[in-house]
């Protein structure tokens, strides 16, 4: 699996590509220091490979890389959040 990331000024998106299709997360800046996941977008044929599992950890390491915070809108990082206690030190 290879995760890129795209950006523009106010936001962006980490996409996955695997086996032909393309999978995504996409967030938005809220500052400098701040950004807010807001969706993630799985195709059907990538259900259940850890696809959304992937993205989640490629946001965690982005954040702790980028010394800024995530606030989880989106319901699929939120849950992910709430499994993962370790990723607390990049959540707001």
Known sequence: MHISEENTESGGRYVAHVDGFEAEMTFSRASG???????????????????????????????RA??????PLCPFFKAQSRQH???SDVLQ
């Open 66 to 71: 980028g010394e800024w915070k995530i606030v």
């Open 33 to 63: 220091h701040l950004i807010i996941i807001d969706h993630t977008r799985v195709p059907d044929a990538l259900r259940g490979k850890g696809v959304g599992q992937a993205l989640a950890e490629y946001a965690v390491s982005r954040a």
């Open 85 to 87: 206690p370790e990723w």
